[in-house]
């Protein structure tokens, strides 16, 4: 008998203020046009000030724990994806954690910037295989916002504030690909590209500062990274690209995601694209993503489903799993 988890809740959470490329023109010597043309997006949402990761967290929780139909209680482990804690310490999944009466099991952040989802489903998804946990809570949420130069046109038009969740279940089954569940996690990194895409703060330095970007070096890698990622995943479960009924990618830039999507000769009308409403939102973009294509009925019970994510280290993975 093969332990498998389930995604049996999805929630997401978006701070109500909105930002459009055409204000972003009124802060920095940009265009909705460039914006649009080079990355796909046309307005991202905003957390209003005093609203922080964990409250974001805890919107997106509950709404994929009610969805769940779960209790809280019922939880044993919460992991949750960011890089914008609320705090250096505690893990911002402790506050959750506490606000959701939760008072059992183990909650703790993981940070792989862009690849956090995925990283912390897979996280979590070896903790339900092992047998170390029964129900868990994966989130991604991001106050990235937070971390942006505001004069610096070349990063603050890219990303936004969201925050998205699953809740996954243990269940037992023959192991075939004809169950439900997480079928395969595959993650990456490599630290020799760790200066393409940072912050030029933190702790070491005494201050929080601002993300630094080589945009072009990053999107050359991504496309070739993600691509492969993919197709490992695909050969791993001995499937092909016709299988897949949707891919939710994270959402950097439209381009990126359209080219890895060719490579892979996946047609454009299964991939699910949010970068255009919600920019790039990090660690939260696949779960915000994958819950707008369950809300609208795209996504439905038994589709299999390809998730992919490249960020900051790099750090980068995908994940197939039925739905
Ligand atoms: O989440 C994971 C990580 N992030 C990513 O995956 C992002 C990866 N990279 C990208 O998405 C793209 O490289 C960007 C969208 C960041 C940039 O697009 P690009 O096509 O690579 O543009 P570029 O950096 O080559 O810049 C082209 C021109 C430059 O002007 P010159 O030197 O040609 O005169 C830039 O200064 O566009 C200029 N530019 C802008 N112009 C108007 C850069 N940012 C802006 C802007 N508005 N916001």
């Known amino acids: 008998m093969v332990r498998r988890s389930c995604i049996v809740g999805v929630g997401s959470y978006l701070p109500a203020q909105v930002l459009t490329n055409k204000d972003l023109e009124a802060r920095v010597d940009t265009t909705d046009?460039?914006?649009?043309?080079?990355?796909?997006?046309?307005?991202?949402?905003?957390?209003?000030e005093g609203e922080h990761t964990s409250d974001l967290a805890l919107a997106a929780a509950r709404q994929a724990l009610e969805r769940a139909g779960m209790p809280a209680q019922a939880l044993d482990l919460i992991v949750l994806a960011t890089t914008t804690p609320d705090h250096t310490f505690p893990a911002t999944a402790t506050k959750v954690q506490a606000a959701l009466g939760m008072t059992g099991g183990a909650a703790f952040d993981v940070q792989a910037v862009?690849?956090?989802?995925i990283y912390a489903l897979a996280?979590?998804?070896n903790f339900i295989r092992s047998g170390q946990a029964k129900n868990a809570l994966v989130i991604g949420a991001e106050t990235f916002s937070r971390l942006l130069d505001w004069n610096d046109?070349?990063?603050c038009v890219l990303f936004g504030d969201g925050a998205g969740a699953v809740v996954l279940q243990a269940v037992e089954g023959e192991g075939t690909n004809d169950d439900r569940g997480v079928l395969s996690t595959h993650l990456h990194s490599d630290g020799r590209h760790y200066d393409l895409l940072w912050v030029d703060g933190g702790i070491a330095l005494g201050r929080s500062?601002?993300?630094k970007m080589n945009g072009q070096e990053v999107f050359r890698h991504a496309v070739g990274r993600l691509a492969e990622v993919m197709e490992e995943t695909l050969a791993f479960n001995g499937m092909d690209a016709s299988q897949v009924d949707w891919l939710v990618p994270h959402q950097a830039n439209r381009?990126?995601?359209d080219g890895a999507a060719r490579k892979l000769k996946l047609s454009?009308?299964?991939?699910?694209i949010t970068v255009d409403r919600h920019g790039n939102t990090s660690a939260a973009s696949?779960?915000?993503a994958l819950a707008a294509a369950v809300d609208d009925g795209r996504i439905k019970t038994g589709d299999v489903v390809l998730m992919e994510a490249m960020g900051g280290g790099f750090t980068w993975g995908a994940a197939l799993v039925r739905m």
Do not use: M, N, Y
Request: glycine letters at 8%; aromatic letters at 8%; proline letters at 2%.
């Open 255 to 257: 381009r990126i995601i």
């Open 209 to 211: 500062g601002f993300v």
């Open 33 to 48: 046009e460039w914006i649009t043309q080079r990355t796909g997006i046309r307005e991202r949402h905003i957390a209003a």
């Open 286 to 288: 696949i779960p915000l």
């Open 114 to 117: 862009c690849s956090g989802f």
């Open 123 to 125: 996280v979590a998804d």
């Open 153 to 155: 046109r070349t990063t």
């Open 268 to 272: 454009a009308d299964k991939v699910v």
